[in-house]
């Protein structure tokens, strides 16, 4: 049975719309609002690959096009493990009707859904409170599982089983660490220690406890960092990974802790890796390189480009002799 989508015609309206998008913008934010693949609750599941076959773009356009709508527009969030989607201003134009069989759809995609950060995502626009409380009802199964299950799995998995499979990511290898073979049995070691200090399984359940990032950090630089992270897709209950994360404001060599911090973690939002693992890589790579402020890193870039090949001017080649003056050409010139 085929599926019916409309764009309301609010849609040009829409000042990010209308003032900020380029016509390719607006051609594929409108596929990415009506294609086959859509759902009731504006999450669904899709490639790139697939993306490109409909609109007949290349990989690299449809990458390069979902980075710009992720960083710069931020009107979706992308899971690559997942390959699911979200659009964030679908429950302001969509979900506004309630009623038993739009509740069961709702219900039944919901089920569905893997990146349950996704569910959160998409929950901030919706208006309608009948629709809203069933979101919310999936967020609290999330913040549930998470605290019987995942304080284990965030310190085996997310952090330590992907770390060396993130250094290879070809991001992270601009970063080459100079002397990495030489120095990579003593960074082993201490980052061991780091992560053993920087995760403490005992601090959510003894709230008496004092965290002692807040007492030797600014608490707005520990606000901006959170907020980052619950607002673009790193994991909204992932409370272990903040904590870790949060521990680099501490133990870090940088001169300036909060902004290296904000500034890998836009980096791995542009590069779809929204993994603490990701982060702190890139953390350790600008560290290992002595690169401890912004302005260092972003000097660091400018002097990686490749200088670009200048073609040789015209003027190193000879014109040619020139022609005599009152020379006249006569093309029936030896005819007779």
């Given at each position: 049975?085929?599926?019916?989508r409309?764009?309301?015609?609010?849609?040009?309206?829409?000042?990010?719309?209308?003032?900020?998008?380029?016509?390719?913008?607006?051609?594929?934010?409108?596929?990415?609002?009506?294609?086959?693949?859509t759902?009731?609750?504006?999450?669904?599941?899709?490639?790139?690959?697939?993306?490109?076959?409909?609109?007949?773009?290349?990989?690299?356009?449809?990458?390069?096009l979902?980075e710009?709508?992720?960083?710069?527009?931020?009107?979706?969030?992308?899971?690559?493990?997942?390959?699911?989607?979200?659009?964030?201003?679908?429950?302001?134009?969509?979900?506004?009707?309630?009623?038993?069989?739009?509740?069961?759809?709702?219900?039944?995609?919901?089920?569905?859904?893997?990146?349950?950060?996704?569910?959160?995502?998409?929950?901030?626009?919706?208006?309608?409170?009948?629709?809203?409380?069933?979101?919310?009802?999936?967020?609290?199964?999330?913040?549930?599982?998470?605290?019987?299950?995942?304080?284990?799995?965030?310190?085996?998995?997310?952090?330590?089983?992907?770390?060396?499979?993130?250094?290879?990511?070809?991001?992270?290898?601009?970063?080459?660490?100079?002397?990495?073979?030489?120095?990579?049995?003593?960074?082993?070691?201490?980052?061991?220690?780091?992560?053993?200090?920087?995760?403490?399984?005992?601090?959510?359940?003894?709230?008496?406890i004092?965290?002692?990032?807040?007492?030797?950090?600014?608490?707005?630089?520990?606000?901006?960092i959170?907020?980052?992270?619950?607002?673009?897709?790193?994991?909204?209950?992932?409370?272990?990974?903040?904590?870790?994360?949060?521990?680099?404001?501490?133990?870090?060599?940088?001169?300036q802790?909060?902004?290296?911090?904000?500034?890998?973690?836009?980096?791995?939002?542009?590069?779809?890796k929204?993994?603490?693992?990701?982060?702190?890589?890139?953390?350790?790579?600008?560290?290992?390189?002595?690169?401890?402020?912004?302005?260092?890193?972003?000097?660091?870039?400018?002097?990686?480009?490749?200088?670009?090949?200048?073609?040789?001017?015209t003027?190193?080649?000879?014109?040619?002799?020139?022609?005599?003056?009152?020379?006249?050409?006569?093309?029936?010139?030896?005819?007779?």
């Open positions: 049975m085929a599926k019916y409309m764009v309301r015609t609010d849609f040009w309206k829409n000042p990010i719309v209308s003032e900020e998008m380029t016509p390719e913008d607006k051609y594929f934010y409108l596929y990415l609002l009506t294609n086959p693949h759902t009731q609750i504006g999450i669904y599941k899709i490639t790139k690959k697939q993306m490109a076959f409909d609109l007949g773009y290349s990989i690299e356009s449809v990458h390069s979902m710009r709508f992720i960083v710069h527009h931020k009107v979706i969030r992308y899971n690559p493990e997942t390959r699911e989607l979200a659009l964030k201003n679908w429950g302001k134009y969509n979900l506004h009707k309630g009623g038993k069989p739009v509740m069961d759809c709702i219900f039944s995609e919901l089920k569905d859904v893997e990146d349950l950060s996704l569910i959160q995502y998409v929950l901030e626009s919706i208006q309608k409170q009948e629709i809203r409380s069933l979101f919310v009802s999936f967020c609290e199964r999330d913040e549930m599982f998470n605290c019987n299950d995942n304080s284990e799995e965030d310190e085996n998995d997310t952090y330590i089983a992907t770390e060396c499979e993130e250094l290879d990511d070809p991001f992270l290898q601009r970063y080459t660490i100079r002397g990495q073979k030489e120095k990579e049995k003593k960074n082993k070691k201490e980052n061991k220690k780091q992560q053993q200090e920087a995760f403490n399984p005992n601090l959510e359940k003894n709230p008496d004092v965290n002692p990032l807040q007492s030797s950090q600014k608490t707005d630089d520990v606000k901006e959170v907020e980052f992270w619950d607002n673009n897709g790193f994991g909204y209950t992932n409370v272990n990974a903040k904590m870790q994360l949060l521990s680099w404001l501490e133990d870090s060599s940088f001169l802790q909060k902004d290296m911090i904000l500034k890998a973690m836009n980096i791995a939002c542009a590069n779809n929204r993994r603490l693992s990701y982060v702190v890589g890139i953390l350790k790579n600008w560290e290992n390189e002595s690169l401890l402020t912004v302005e260092e890193i972003d000097s660091y870039h400018e002097n990686q480009k490749p200088i670009p090949k200048h073609r040789p001017s003027e190193s080649f000879p014109a040619g002799r020139a022609i005599p003056g009152g020379f006249k050409l006569d093309l029936t010139a030896g005819e007779d």
